[in-house]
C-alpha cells in the first residue's frame, strides 16, 4: 500500500492506494468524520485482490492533506479532484464508496456529477436527504451529544476514554484493546462547522439521477449513529433495496467482521463493472 499527495483544489491531498499488476476497475474509498484515509487500511488490500485499483482519499485538513476552508462542499471539490486523477491514472471511471459523513459528501457529489464516476456505496452513510435534528438526538441527547462534544469539537480523540471512543465508533460491533488504542491515536479535530452541516443544509439533491445507476445502500443494524431505519430512509429515496448487516459497528471497514461488509461492496461492484476510459 502506497501513499502520496496529489494536486488538489486547495492544495497537496493525501491518497492511500494498492494497486494490483492488471486491473478490471478502480475504487475510491472516502472517510467519515474524524477520520482519514487510514481508516480503510484494511478494504485496499483486499479489493486490490480482488483485481481493482484502490484508493483512499484524505479531505483538506484530514491526514497529510494541507489545510483549507473545510466545508462538505470542499470535500467535494478534493474527491472530485481524487476522481480525476484515479480516472486518468487507472483507465477507469471509478466505483467510490462513501462512509458516514463521507456518504454525505458522495451523494452531494451525485447530485452533480454521477457520470463522472461507475457506480456508489452509501457505507453507514449520513442519513438522506438530511438528518432529522429531532430523532438523532430526542431520547439519546446526552450521550450523542457527549460523544460529539468530546470527540468531534473537543480534539478529536477519545477524550473521555477508551468507553467513550468505543460507544461512539465502535458500539454494536467487537475490536480488539491494541488496534482500539491505535485508532484513538489517528482520529482527528473536524471542523466544527461541519457535523451541524449535516443537520441544517440539505447535502443530497439527486432526485434526477436515473434508476440504470447502480447505487448500494448499506449499513449495519448495530450502528450507534445510523442504524436500520437510517439505512431504509436513505434507500428509499433513492428508490433502492438497503443492504443490511447485523452484527458490525459504525466503522464496518475497521470491525472484526469488516471483511462481510467488504465482501457486500465486492459483490455490488462485479454486478456493475466500471467503465472504461479510452485512452
Known amino acids: 500500500m502506497d501513499t502520496r499527495m496529489i494536486k488538489g483544489t486547495a492544495g497537496k491531498l493525501e491518497l492511500y492506494s494498492d494497486i494490483p499488476k492488471s486491473s478490471n476497475g478502480s475504487i475510491l474509498f472516502c472517510h467519515g468524520i474524524c477520520h482519514a484515509a487510514w481508516c480503510w487500511e484494511k478494504f485496499l488490500p483486499f479489493f486490490s485482490e480482488q483485481g481493482f485499483a484502490s484508493y483512499a482519499i484524505s479531505y483538506r485538513q484530514h491526514g497529510k492533506s494541507d489545510k483549507g476552508f473545510s466545508i462538505i462542499k470542499n470535500y467535494v471539490d478534493d474527491v472530485e479532484d481524487a476522481i480525476d486523477f484515479i480516472t486518468d491514472e487507472s483507465g477507469f471511471r471509478p466505483h467510490i464508496v462513501g462512509h458516514s459523513m463521507g456518504g454525505a459528501v458522495v451523494q452531494k457529489m451525485l447530485g452533480q456529477h454521477y457520470d463522472r464516476i ?11 436527504p438530511k438528518m432529522p435534528i429531532l430523532k438523532t438526538f430526542i431520547g439519546s441527547w446526552f450521550i450523542q451529544c457527549f460523544r460529539l462534544a468530546n470527540i468531534i469539537a473537543c480534539s478529536g480523540k477519545a477524550f473521555a476514554g477508551e468507553t ?11 475490536i480488539n484493546a491494541v488496534e482500539l488504542d491505535r485508532y484513538s491515536k489517528l482520529l482527528q479535530r473536524e471542523p466544527l462547522f461541519v457535523p451541524f452541516e449535516l443537520f441544517l443544509i440539505k447535502y443530497s439533491n439527486n432526485y434526477d439521477i436515473p434508476q440504470s445507476f447502480p447505487i448500494l445502500v448499506m449499513g449495519s443494524r448495530n450502528d450507534s449513529y445510523f442504524p436500520e431505519e437510517s439505512i431504509k430512509k436513505t434507500a428509499e429515496m433513492y428508490k433502492r433495496k438497503p443492504f ?9 471497514m475497521l470491525d472484526v467482521k469488516w471483511e462481510e461488509a467488504a465482501n ?15 485512452q
Open 118 to 128: 461507475s457506480s456508489a456505496t452509501l457505507f453507514a452513510s449520513a442519513t438522506a
Open 164 to 174: 467513550l471512543l468505543k460507544s461512539a465508533f465502535f458500539s454494536g460491533g467487537n
Open 244 to 252: 443490511i448487516l447485523d452484527g458490525l459497528c459504525h466503522d464496518m
Open 264 to 278: 457486500c461492496v465486492l459483490d455490488f461492484i462485479v454486478q456493475h463493472p466500471c467503465n472504461k476510459i479510452k
